[in-house]
């Protein structure tokens, strides 16, 4: 019988267990690498540059644009619907004797529901242009919707590579429910800025972001953006989020200063005003550590007060709400309506420091607080920025002795007379600022006057609708109608009285206008769709009043922008019979948009081939028209494939192609059933 022998085992080094012990805790970090990298290269990961150098046009110089989709990755936790700021598009290098400048904030520096013609980035602009006669003057809205200030410390650093003059902060009113703000679902709680630093470079990571995307796949599309914003429903006045909501400002507001410094360029610093005397406290009451009885005696109280104020007894309703304060003192609604008795009572000091507290106390403060309104002064103040004072002033101009409806449109948006006061307010502290952007009192005095502005910037009457519809909606969001019915109530009745004065065909396209997404209302200018139904109806003229005021509610460098251009100029022509030396040159310059929004990919819908043909159409340039309307051809649908085949018929009979024109007509008779008829009529014409 065989002997059987042990088996050997070799024995294992101190280096080789160290080495097996290194791969194998190593092995999981190089396959999440491998995967990052991967990942990486299907585009996830990192922050998109929140200003990108979109090409080079023929003169040479760079076209830069402010992209809107660079704040999406900041809404982590509702990524298909982030805020955004809106397209604006400018050159590099900078074109001589021009002044650059940047509005940096959230939607209510936007000027947000306001259209872009008419925010105060506008109005700004139009003043400065009249002041510096011999400049041009550029004011780039940054204005971001829904972020909180810890995002614009990237807007910034991204602009400050494109030649600015001047920096103007309108920041502070999304500091608990915005993108990174204390209290929001993109955020985590009380984070110092350190923390929110490190928070973004782990959610920059390609596995992150494909986490979310699956995690937070889709959101309530019967929430509005201000109800997904919400992650702490109540935050009491003494929550320790709002220290670190006015910490985080003045951290972040004080970074950007020092950017901004550090490179040279002059900055300026506004407050934000808030509707104080007009809006309601919108969270919950703060009752804590009353009991039943002292429940029964508050409610009491409120009531009586109510009473007395409806009857015009003023001192014993404020005798009353001054008792209810001291039974609650964190009682928001109490403090209100003793403002509001105040200020009848024609005390508008002491109605504003109700109006103020009322503010504070609120349990959802959608509106900037006094630590956070505190924390911009004092950082202005540390860095050695111009502060424009903007919450006094509004306070100044507001005959209740706290801001109210006449300035602000919601909770922090302002009018159209808030718009003009704010660019006014920051023209008026340029004179603090030091070197050529001081403007002395010759340059003031050539600044008109608010109306003027208005009028030229292309206030209209279908505007002052959608701005009513977009706060019908907004103060239809159940805790914004639960605590100021009344403003639902108002907005609801402006738009019935207006929808009454519009005819069947504006009122359809008003109805078609409030669809659109991704904010119901928030894109395609009704200005345009208003104008399209009055030139139907052969109101040529005031159709062009309209197209052109929709041509300036879109960025240029957009299809939209030449649809618009393309219906100006044609009602031009249809007014005058002809179009002269500089609707030509608008037409060549429109033209030349498109080329460059093709030539770099900016276009897939169809509508730039389309529009670039028409536009060829206008300057006579029949043959040039048919590559741009056969390319568009093929991507277009019903009403506008019709629109499209009947240009190009026009180009083709102008250009001695007959039976091209007439094959063309036969196809849509043939396979464009309900629109058989019109192609009927076009073979007919093209027979002739």
């Known amino acids: 019988m065989a002997k059987k022998t042990p088996s050997a085992h070799l024995p294992i080094s101190p280096a080789r267990r160290r080495l097996f012990i290194v791969i194998t805790v190593a092995l999981p970090f190089l396959f999440l690498a491998a995967a990052e990298l991967i990942l990486r290269l299907f585009g996830w990961g990192g922050y998109p540059a929140w200003i990108r150098e979109a090409g080079t046009l023929p003169s040479g110089a760079t076209l830069c644009m402010v992209e809107p989709a660079a704040a999406k990755p900041y809404f982590f936790a509702n990524p298909t619907r982030p805020g955004y700021a809106e397209q604006t598009n400018f050159l590099l290098p900078k074109p001589a004797d021009t002044v650059r400048i940047f509005l940096v904030g959230e939607s209510a520096a936007k000027g947000y529901p306001q259209p872009r013609n008419l925010a105060m980035s506008s109005f700004l602009q139009a003043m400065l242009s009249d002041a510096w006669p011999g400049k041009t003057i550029e004011v780039i809205n940054l204005g971001t919707t829904a972020v909180a200030s810890f995002p614009l410390v990237y807007q910034v650093r991204d602009a400050l590579r494109f030649s600015p003059d001047l920096f103007i902060f309108y920041t502070g009113n ?12 993109n955020a985590a709680g009380s984070l110092p ?22 995690l937070y796949r889709r959101a309530d599309e019967n929430r509005s953006l201000m109800e997904e914003m919400i992650g702490q429903t109540v935050i009491a006045a003494d929550s320790p989020l709002r220290e670190a909501a006015a910490r985080n400002l003045a951290a972040n507001l004080g970074t950007m200063l020092d950017e901004v410094k550090a490179a040279g360029v002059a900055s300026m610093v506004c407050t934000t005003a808030s509707n104080e005397s007009g809006l309601a406290p919108l969270g919950e009451d703060d009752t804590a550590g009353l009991d039943e009885r002292q429940q029964r005696e508050l409610r009491r109280l409120l009531g009586e007060a109510a009473d007395a104020a409806g009857a015009g007894d003023f001192p014993r309703a404020v005798n009353l709400l001054r008792q209810a304060v001291q039974l609650a003192p964190r009682h928001a609604r109490a403090r209100f ?8 009572a024609d005390q508008p000091e002491l109605a504003r420091t109700a109006f103020l507290e009322a503010r504070d106390f609120d349990t959802m403060p959608w509106r900037p607080i006094s630590l956070t309104e505190q ?17 006094a002033i509004f ?30 307010a920051m023209v008026g502290a340029m004179v603090n600022l030091s070197g050529p952007l001081q403007l002395g009192p010759d340059e003031l005095a050539l600044v008109q006057d608010d109306e003027s502005y208005a009028e030229v910037l292309g206030t209209n009457r279908y505007d002052d609708y959608r701005v009513n519809h977009t706060l019908r909606v907004l103060f239809g969001v159940p805790f914004m109608k639960k605590t100021n019915a009344g403003a639902f109530d108002v907005f609801s009745g402006l738009c019935r009285e207006e929808e009454e004065g519009m005819s069947p065909a504006v009122l359809a396209a008003a109805r078609e206008w409030q669809t659109f997404g991704p904010h119901a209302g928030g894109l395609r200018p009704l200005t345009g769709m208003v104008a399209r139904v009055l030139l139907r109806e052969g109101k040529t003229e005031e159709a062009l009043k309209f197209y052109q005021i929709a041509a300036r509610q879109v960025p240029d460098y957009t299809s939209w922008y030449l649809e618009y251009v393309y219906f100006a100029l044609a009602c031009r022509q249809k007014i005058d019979g002809t179009l002269d030396p500089g609707a030509l040159a608008e037409a060549a310059e429109a033209i030349a948009q498109g080329q460059f929004l093709l030539t770099h990919g900016y276009s897939e819908s169809g509508l730039t081939e389309r529009y670039l043909g028409r536009l060829h159409q206008l300057r006579g340039e029949w043959p040039e028209a048919i590559p741009y309307l056969l390319a568009a051809r093929g991507k277009m649908q019903a009403e506008d ?30 396979n464009s059933g309900q629109f058989a008829e019109i192609y009927r009529r076009l073979r007919a014409e093209a027979a002739r």
């Open 193 to 214: 800025p350190w923390a929110l630093r490190a928070m973004r470079a782990a959610r920059g990571l390609a596995l992150v972001q494909v986490l979310d995307s699956w």
């Open 395 to 424: 306070r100044q101009e507001s005959p209740d002795g706290a801001t109210g409806w006449d300035l602000l449109d919601d909770h922090v948006h302002l009018t159209l007379s808030g718009q003009a006061l704010a660019a006014r």
């Open 641 to 670: 494939l019709v629109a499209t085949d009947q240009a190009l018929i026009l180009s083709y009979l102008q250009t001695g192609q007959k039976q091209k024109a007439l094959a063309l007509a036969d196809d849509g008779i043939k």
């Open 337 to 344: 309506l003793l403002g509001q008795v105040l200020a009848r």
């Open 375 to 391: 924390a911009i002064r004092n950082t202005a103040l540390v860095k050695g920025a111009v502060l424009c004072d903007m919450a």
């Open 174 to 185: 999304n500091e608990f429910f915005g993108a990174y703000g204390t209290a929001s679902i």
